[in-house]
C-alpha cells in the first residue's frame, strides 16, 4: 500500500482520483529510492520517492531534493531526444515525481547477462549520450539549474574515487586528483549512472533511467562510467567478454563522434583516465557491483585499474587494450 504522502501527492496532482486508493508493488533493484508500480483507474504508472539513506552496507546519506534534479534531467534530455526518458506526469519538489511505465522494454543489464551484445544498440547509446551533452555544453542557463556539486560529490565523487583512495594508499593521489579534475570541469549536463541497469531497450532506442546524480559538469564522467560496466560484464559472462569489448569499441566511437563543444581526444583523455579509478570504485568503493564475488575475480580488477592509474592511458583504446591482454 502506498504511504499517505505519495497518495496525497497522486491525488494533488489529479492522477488519482479522491476516492481512489490505487493498488501498488514495490519494484525492486533500487538502493537510492522507493519506487512503485502503481494501478490507477487511467492504468498503470511508476512513482519515485528519494530515500534520505541509500540501501547500502557502509553508511551512504545524501538530500532527497536530487529527486527534482533527475526529473529535470529526464524532462531535458526527452527535449534534445524524443523518447530518451520516460515522460515525466507529475512532480513535487518535496521528493516525488511519476512517470510512465515501461515495463515491456527489456533491461540492457538483463540483456548483458545473458550474453546477448548488440553492438548497434551500443552504438546509440553512446550516440544519444553525445546527443544531450552536446545540446547542453556551454549553456548557462543548464549550468544553474543543475548546479549540484554538493550532491554529485555525496552520490559519486566521495562514494566511489574517494571511498577507493582510502582503500588504497597507494593509489590516493591519483584518485583523490580524479576527483578534483572531474569536480571543477563544468562543460554539459551529466546523468552520472549511466549504467545497463539504468537502460531500457526501447523501440527507438535506448531510455535512460535514474538520473539522481544529475550534475552539471564533466560528460566524460557519462561516458567512462558507461564504458566501466562493458568492462565489467566481461567478468561476470566471461565467454562474452570479448563481444562486450566490441561493444566498448562501437560506443566509445559513437559517442565520440558527436562531440562538438571540444576536441575528441580531450574528453577522451579525460575519459580514459577516469575509467581505472571508476574500475577500483565498483570493487572496493561504497557501491561495488554485486555480481563479482570472487576474490580473484577482484583482484584483477585491482591490478589492471592500479597499473593505469600509476600511467594514465591517454586514449580509451590504452585500457581496453591493458584489460584484453590481461
Not at 519494484?27 to 492504468?43: A, F, K, N, T
Not at 549504467?195 to 560528460?219: H, M, R, T
Amino acid at each position: 500500500m502506498l504511504p499517505e504522502p505519495v497518495l496525497g501527492f497522486l491525488r494533488k496532482h489529479g492522477l488519482a482520483a479522491a476516492d481512489e486508493i490505487p493498488p501498488a508493488v514495490a519494484l525492486s533493484g533500487g538502493v537510492s529510492s522507493d519506487i512503485w508500480r502503481v494501478e490507477l483507474r487511467s492504468g498503470p504508472i511508476c512513482v519515485k520517492r528519494a530515500l534520505p539513506r541509500l540501501r547500502v552496507e557502509q553508511l551512504w546519506e545524501v538530500p532527497v531534493e536530487r529527486n527534482r534534479y533527475e526529473r529535470m534531467w529526464m524532462e531535458t534530455a526527452n527535449a534534445v531526444v524524443p523518447g530518451v526518458a520516460p515522460k515525466v506526469l507529475a512532480a513535487d519538489d518535496a521528493g516525488c515525481f511519476a512517470m510512465e511505465l515501461l515495463e515491456d522494454y527489456p533491461l540492457w543489464k538483463a540483456e548483458l547477462a545473458a550474453g546477448r551484445a548488440d553492438r548497434e544498440f551500443a552504438r546509440r547509446v553512446g550516440s544519444c549520450l553525445a546527443r544531450i551533452h552536446a545540446a547542453t555544453a556551454g549553456d548557462e542557463r543548464y549550468a544553474a539549474q543543475f548546479d549540484t556539486d554538493a550532491n554529485f560529490h555525496a552520490l559519486r565523487l566521495e562514494p566511489y574515487l574517494l571511498a577507493a583512495a582510502r582503500v588504497h594508499p597507494r593509489h590516493a593521489a591519483a584518485l583523490t586528483a580524479l576527483a578534483e579534475r572531474t569536480a571543477r570541469t563544468r562543460l554539459a549536463l551529466v546523468h552520472g549512472d549511466i549504467s545497463p541497469k539504468n537502460i531500457l531497450i526501447g523501440p527507438q532506442g535506448p531510455v535512460f533511467l535514474d538520473a539522481e546524480c544529475a550534475w552539471y559538469g564533466d560528460p566524460a564522467f557519462d561516458l567512462a562510467f558507461c564504458l566501466n560496466h562493458l568492462l565489467l560484464k566481461g567478468l561476470w559472462v566471461p565467454v562474452r567478454r570479448k563481444a562486450f569489448l566490441k561493444c566498448f569499441d562501437v560506443l566509445a566511437e559513437a559517442y565520440l563522434q558527436g562531440v562538438t563543444w571540444e576536441t575528441a581526444a580531450a574528453i577522451e583523455a579525460r575519459a580514459a583516465s577516469l575509467l581505472p579509478g571508476l574500475l577500483l570504485a565498483r570493487v572496493d568503493g561504497k557501491s561495488p557491483v554485486e555480481y563479482l564475488t570472487a576474490e580473484s575475480a577482484k583482484d584483477f580488477v585491482r591490478e589492471i585499474a592500479g597499473r593505469l592509474l600509476q600511467s594514465p592511458p591517454a586514449a580509451l583504446a590504452g585500457v581496453r587494450d591493458a584489460w584484453q591482454r590481461s
